[in-house]
């Protein structure tokens, strides 16, 4: 009522305002939030790494199957404990006396069977086992899921080293393609330059040039050109295979921490070092170590199977037919009225005529198997430990080299456009200066690249946790 009485005391177009200004504030609303949805994140190597572990459904995978794992184990502690089976039954029986002796005979005055006669019984059965000696049943059994439960985990921290160097492959990747784009941009710039002086002498009637010289540019810059696409098209790929590592949302956006690639190390120990350390830290030797303890028990325990065991028992018996008169006679069991109890010691012995050994021989043949793997695994980890570390020393030196080059043929760009400016010298030294600058440049970079992602691929492949 008050807004109604304010409005019709003022002029109309108040109403016009304050709805028009109304639905300025509701439109802006939802283009700060979608402005706000596509704000660009920086992130580190680090939190990228740490988040593509965290999204990654292969390390829920693995995850999942320790569960599975425990689990085993859980139900072979289990096994130590009592077990209690129990069975309950209710049907129906018939209507009985108790029997009686007239004239020295036997005589049954229980009614004649019909549907009167027909009455129900109930009957409770119970077991309480308690094992006493297995032969290793269950202690190996135990030991053998204990080991599976390490091998599982040491499988998990593989697969954190996995995903660690394949996000920082990427994460290079991207950085060095943007590099690469930089540089392109700098090498255009640099023939932008060359075409104005040329142009600007060219106007002048200078001798030191002529038209042909234009085409020299278009001639030189088609390296720079596709070098460019080249490394749009890469900044591209590996943007979008680091964002699907993470599970950022289309809508988000995000930028490297890094604008430029730099020297992640400055030197290396003695590749002895690193192929020590890799026979020590390898997870995928501990996995292999911890498969083979419990494929070990595993053979144990079915060799364990041939042998009795030996238990304790509580067993009970309830019934109750209501209908049915009860006879108190030990050496008469009557399976519808009762109670008993009682304690007893036991052997149980499963014999299978050849089942048993059969599977250990296929246990023992799974293990052999496993024992050959970790064989040529310990074999070749020496080849590529020593590999990698080769091709780091060889980048290394590498990157020494295209660094000087860079420096030298940017000095030879800087000289060849004065000399140019100045009238002794040529159009095409000037644009050869350039292009060979351009491709120090984008060497060098590459050169940074593959000397970091070889450090990467070298701490993986010793084992190193660097996540």
């Known amino acids: 009522m008050r807004i109604r009485r304010f409005l019709s005391a003022h002029h109309p177009g108040v109403l016009l305002v304050m709805i028009t200004l109304g639905l300025v504030f509701i439109l802006q609303k939802p283009a700060r939030s979608e402005e706000s949805t596509k704000e660009r994140i920086v992130m580190t190597l680090s939190a990228l790494i740490d988040t593509a572990i965290t999204k990654s459904p292969e390390i829920s995978q693995i995850e999942s199957e320790i569960s599975m794992a425990k689990s085993d184990l859980e139900q072979v502690k289990a096994a130590y404990f009592p077990q209690l089976e129990s069975t309950a039954t209710v049907g129906p029986v018939q209507d009985s006396k108790d029997p009686k002796i007239v004239n020295g005979i036997i005589t049954d005055p229980s009614p004649v069977l019909s549907t009167s006669s027909i009455g129900i019984f109930g009957r409770v059965d119970m077991t309480v086992t308690q094992p006493l000696y297995t032969f290793g049943k269950l202690s190996n059994r135990k030991d053998a899921a204990d080991r599976g439960i390490k091998a599982k985990e040491f499988e998990l921290e593989q697969k954190n080293g996995q995903i660690a160097l394949r996000v920082k492959e990427l994460y290079y990747a991207l ?264 491709n120090n440049q984008g060497k060098y970079i590459e050169a940074i690249f593959h000397y970091n992602l070889s450090l990467a691929e070298l701490e993986y492949a010793v084992g190193m946790k660097t996540w």
């Open 175 to 438: 950085v060095l393609a943007r590099n690469g784009v930089e540089a392109a941009n700098e090498a255009t710039g640099f023939f932008e330059d060359a075409g104005r002086n040329i142009r600007r002498l060219l106007d002048v009637s200078s001798p030191n040039v002529k038209e042909g010289d234009l085409y020299l540019i278009d001639a030189y810059q088609a390296d720079t050109i596709r070098s460019k696409a080249e490394a749009e098209k890469g900044a591209r790929v590996a943007y979008y295979a680091l964002k699907s590592m993470i599970g950022m949302p289309p809508d988000r956006e995000f930028d490297p921490a890094d604008r430029t690639l730099s020297i992640q190390s400055e030197g290396l120990a003695d590749v002895a070092k690193y192929l020590q350390e890799a026979r020590d830290k390898r997870p995928e030797f501990k996995q292999l170590a911890e498969a083979l303890a419990a494929q070990k028990s595993q053979i144990k325990a079915a060799e364990s199977d041939r042998y009795p065991s030996f238990f304790a028992a509580i067993q009970a018996s309830v019934a109750d037919a209501p209908g049915r008169e009860s006879l108190y006679n030990p050496y008469i069991q009557d399976d519808f009225n009762h109670a008993y109890a009682g304690v007893v010691a036991g052997l149980k012995w499963n014999f299978d005529f050849g089942i048993g050994k059969a599977k250990v021989d296929k246990l023992t043949a799974e293990y052999d198997k496993l024992r050959h793997t970790k064989a040529s695994a310990e074999m070749n980890i020496g080849i590529q430990v020593t590999n990698i570390y080769e091709e780091h020393l060889e980048w290394k030196k590498s990157l020494d080299s295209y660094q000087k080059a860079m420096v030298a043929s940017r000095k030879w760009v800087l000289a060849s456009m004065a000399d140019f400016n100045m009238g002794v010298g040529t159009a095409e030294e000037m644009l050869k200066a350039i292009e060979k600058y351009g």
